[in-house]
């Protein structure tokens, strides 16, 4: 449900996040000499913060005023980023010139990180933000710099496509900056978790705030909206922002605890107003270090090539607007120990195979059951070490049967089975499957 721009509780009018100027209270001991050698740029000498202060006699500075410095008169020194992780294709670049990813490896400023399909890149910033880059994006970095005057950070990070989640930590000077800005859209914080995300086809940019508060705009606009938490914002090129509400966090429903099939499986229980859902793996609660990330249609999902652990999923919500909502986590052990079964006949009977993924010791177990899969066992054969078995004069009839594996790997044992499968024996020398 879209709601009017102006609705108070998620787009009040705001100053523009922005700021040109930082703000410095003038203490005891200021010189317009040191001020200007310490912290302005070689091109800004003193003379110009005296006129600036509007002060006449430079030997005597007032304490307690307030002056407002220009950020370009300001020096800073610059703080690069750290790759904390990442997983899958992912390429940086700067000046034309490819760095190999390595978890710890410094992204300073002027860094491109690209994303390909199922691959993520994770930042930690030098005031402990992070930055999730997911699947399918490209981000860069503009700036990550620290004003030498107040010691307030001023950083920008463009998503020249797909997406960007952040967690920031908040910010401890009133004059500092933590902006994402698409080609069409800014959003800056003082403290919050959000996600931006830029779809370049129809060029439209949208903000989702999961904590906190965020102020959204075009990038040279004289106002933003303040969005809070759960509301989120669109922009189409030339158009006007429009807010909603987003998204409830959906539920999974009856999540396995353990997970040893070939692909880790969730459905999420459906929501009215959603098009499509989303989960990804992580191998941390914060979601630093993601392992993939898959969207649904109908809320089904199953993903192959999960490693073993103890892992998180998080499940979301996509309205038709295309705004991601709130999110749940649930955890859960991945612990690869899948088992699959045929049956073919053969001249002495007929031949049951199975196969399967894992490591480690695995031993199987066979069990054939009469007329239904609660039926009386007919063959019970355990701690089978290979991977056929034949049976031999078996009478007509509707038989169930099913393969068992027992797999042990570093002192924990794991047990599946396959579902019951029919076999129906009309002729004793021919099966016939159901």
């Known amino acids: 449900m879209f709601l009017a721009v102006a609705l108070q509780t998620a787009a009040v009018a705001s100053p523009p996040a922005q700021s040109e100027t930082i703000s410095y209270v003038i203490r005891r001991g200021d010189t317009l000499e ?14 110009a913060l005296l006129k600036l202060a509007g002060i006449r006699n430079p030997k005597r500075l007032p304490v307690g005023r307030q002056l407002r410095i220009p950020r370009q008169w300001l020096r800073f020194k610059v703080e690069p980023a750290r790759l904390a992780s990442y997983r899958g ?45 997911p699947s399918q994006s490209r981000v860069r970095i503009r700036e990550l710099r620290r004003i030498l005057l107040t010691g307030a950070i001023d950083y920008r990070i463009d998503v020249e496509k797909g997406r960007l989640e952040t967690r920031v930590t908040p910010l401890e000077q009133p004059s500092g900056r933590y902006r994402i800005r698409t080609p069409i859209s800014m959003t800056a914080v003082r403290g919050t978790e959000f996600r931006v995300s830029f779809e370049e086809t129809g060029r439209t940019a949208a903000t989702e705030v999961l904590a906190g508060s965020v102020a959204f705009s075009a990038p040279e606009a004289p106002t933003a909206l303040a969005l809070d938490r759960s509301f989120g914002a669109t ?17 999974l429903d009856d999540p396995a605890p353990l997970q040893t099939r070939d692909a880790v499986a969730f459905r999420a229980r459906k929501l009215a107003d959603a098009i499509r859902y989303r989960v990804v793996i992580a191998s941390d609660a ?25 892992l998180f999923v998080r499940v979301s919500a996509i309205a038709r607007s295309g705004l991601e909502g709130m999110a749940q986590a649930y955890s859960f052990t991945r612990r690869l120990a899948s088992i699959h079964g045929s049956v ?11 196969s399967g993924a894992g490591s480690g010791t695995r031993r199987y177990r066979f069990q054939l059951m009469r007329d239904t899969p609660q039926g009386a066992l007919m063959v019970d054969e355990v701690a089978l ?12 009839g509707i038989y169930y049967w099913r393969v068992g594996l027992v797999q042990i790997e570093g002192g924990e044992v794991t047990e599946s089975w396959t579902d019951p499968e029919k076999l129906t024996i009309t002729d004793p020398s021919r099966p016939r499957r159901q």
């Open 34 to 47: 040191r001020l200007s050698r310490s912290f302005l740029v070689p091109e800004r000498r003193w003379q």
């Open 385 to 396: 070490a290979h991977d056929t078995l034949t049976l031999r004069r078996l009478a007509g």
């Open 344 to 354: 073919e006949a053969g001249e002495d009977g007929y031949r049951f195979r199975w």
């Open 286 to 310: 914060g979601f630093i270090d993601n392992i993939a990330e898959q969207f649904s249609d109908d809320g089904v999902f199953a993903l192959p090539d999960i490693p073993n652990g103890n």
């Open 235 to 251: 922009l189409d090129q030339g158009g006007e922002p429009r807010v909603e509400k987003l998204l409830g966090a959906p539920d």
């Open 89 to 133: 294709t992912v390429s940086l670049s700067i000046g034309g010139r490819t760095i190999s990813p390595s978890p710890g490896a410094i992204v300073g400023e002027g860094t491109q990180i690209a994303t390909a399909g199922n691959s993520f890149a994770t930042l930690m910033l030098a005031d402990r933000s992070q930055v999730v880059i």
